[in-house]
């Protein structure tokens, strides 16, 4: 069994360049008068380091079992080849950053060819929606900002203002963001990874630009300019105020193999687990996604507003107090072509607002999203009513060799748009509408048991199931399914996430 596929990424430097200078600061034993050229001559205060214009290939290293409080904010550029390196030396925890209420702890602005290692943040303060962050980097008015890498820091206890609007100021552990009305801002080269990001209010890690507007999104600001070569991948994510990873403006994104548990939790809107938003060509896949608020509803993943050709696969959504999935576009966007694929959905929940009715698997609220695909996924909830629904006046969503498991008195699908096509479904009352139905119990291994990742292994079929070789060829399927087995060539595809041989009970 395969879960996930090679990753290629640009090696960092992980505080070891080559080329520069290291500057070494110790918040005990240092002393702003030395050179900070070794240990034993090292800086003391965050002061001192944000006086430095720093070049590329230098590192500044800070002494693990140290703390300092206030900001960090170093000024200079590096380049793609030559970074500038933030990191750690020594031996023991890491170097702790305590920013106590500050706009960020560590702020880049207008600077490209950073990278941040080793680190831990925090950034508490009273909850009086002032805008904070953890790690902050802000180009405005500045062009396209080149090679940033966040990796493996500890961010935590960021308490701030609950706005994803880029025109606003927002709050988040790590977030970049393009700002400014004179010179079209973005970023090339964002790798976020192997990062713990906990008690987090607002965006746990995102990316927003104010460079917004083009066809799909006429309501954003300024013209469109991209955020490129966008990687999100093996953070851990608990306890977050509002959305958990969003990719705003990327083209090309990946975010994939992320922890995302507890978001939602202190807002006034509606949340995401994981969601590209105007973008085109994102990727999110291989992500564990849990604990999302009832009220407002968060939903595990969102297909949102601008966004195009998105593909969402090979995700694990369980347990959350929200929905699995919305398709949206808000009052002023557009949306076309999205790929929902080889997900699971594991008791999941469908709510009601009163006598609106948000099912586990929500088509709608503005506008459409056109061109939407949900095929070979597995939706299983022995506690929601309403498995599906839709809209009646929006753009049907093709639903194809999906399994679909109610609760033991039945569940529904209220959708009197969708396609559905070669699906199956137990404990669900099925419509007239729907076409080649298969009803009975799909007979997976080991379905509502076990914790973790560990636990979609027991949604692969038994031997004798119904759903085997029950489904119909999709073209450009992804080629494999969630387990790694090939999506057969040359026979019927079967019916859900598993496509492998069955297995014995």
Not at 267 to 279: Q, V
Request: proline content about 4%; charged content about 15%; some cysteine.
């Amino acid at each position: 069994m395969v879960l996930h596929r090679a990753i290629r990424y640009s090696a960092s430097a992980r505080a070891e360049s080559s080329t520069g200078k290291r500057y070494y600061v110790d918040s005990e034993s240092g002393d702003d008068c030395a050179t900070g050229a070794a240990p034993q001559t090292a800086w003391r205060t965050l002061d001192q380091v944000n006086m430095i214009v720093f070049q590329p290939g230098d590192s500044i290293l800070f002494r693990r079992g140290a703390v300092w409080h206030g900001v960090l904010k170093p000024q200079g550029s590096g380049t793609a080849g030559n970074p500038i390196v933030i990191g750690a030396y020594g031996t023991g925890a890491r170097p702790a950053i305590v920013a106590g209420g500050a706009r960020a702890v560590v702020f880049l602005h207008n600077v490209q060819g950073w990278e941040i290692h080793d680190l831990e943040v925090s950034n508490s303060g009273t909850r009086n929606e002032t805008a904070r962050a953890g790690i902050y980097v802000l180009l405005e008015d500045y062009g396209i900002g080149e090679h940033y890498v966040v990796d493996d820091v500890k961010v935590h206890d960021v308490v701030g203002c609950d706005s994803v609007k880029p025109e606003l100021e927002n709050s988040g552990g790590i977030l970049f963001k393009a700002a400014g009305s004179n010179v079209a801002t973005g970023f090339d080269g964002i790798q976020i990874s192997r990062n713990t990001v906990s008690g987090v209010d607002n965006i746990g890690i995102g990316t927003l630009s104010q460079w917004n507007r083009r066809e799909l999104y006429p309501a954003g600001t300024n013209t469109f300019a991209p955020i490129t070569n966008v990687r999100v991948f093996r953070n851990n994510l608990s306890d977050l105020g509002g959305d958990g990873i969003l990719v705003q403006n990327g083209v090309n994104s990946v975010t994939e193999h992320n922890r995302v548990d507890g978001f939602g939790l202190r807002t006034k809107e509606s949340r995401a687990g994981i969601l590209a938003f105007n973008s085109d060509h994102a990727v999110v896949q291989f992500n564990e996604i849990s604990g999302g608020a009832a009220s407002p509803p968060s939903f595990a993943l969102s297909v949102d507003a601008g966004n195009y050709d998105l593909v969402y696969q090979y995700n694990y959504s369980h347990d959350n107090n929200g929905p699995f999935i919305l398709f949206c576009a808000l009052t002023g966007s557009h949306a076309d072509r999205a790929t929902i694929r080889y997900n699971i959905s594991r008791n999941d929940k469908d709510l009601l607002l009163g006598t609106f009715e948000i099912p586990v698997v929500a088509n709608g609220c503005d506008n459409a999203i056109t061109n939407a695909k949900f095929y070979n996924n597995v939706i299983y909830s022995t506690t929601a009513t309403a498995l599906v629904g839709s809209r009646g006046d929006h753009t049907p969503i093709e639903f194809t060799n999906n399994i679909f498991v109610g609760r033991s008195e039945g569940s529904t699908i209220n959708d009197a748009v969708g396609i559905y096509d070669h699906n199956l479904y137990h404990n669900v009352s099925v419509p007239s509408n729907h076409t080649n139905t298969v009803v009975a119990d799909p007979k997976f291994l080991n379905p509502g048991n076990g914790v973790g990742l560990a636990s979609i292994l027991g949604y692969r079929l038994r031997r004798g199931s119904p759903a085997t070789g029950a489904g119909i060829a999709i073209a450009d399927d992804g080629g494999r399914d969630l387990y790694g087995s090939p999506v057969p060539l040359d026979a019927p595809p079967n019916i859900g996430a598993h496509q492998g041989p069955c297995l014995h009970s």
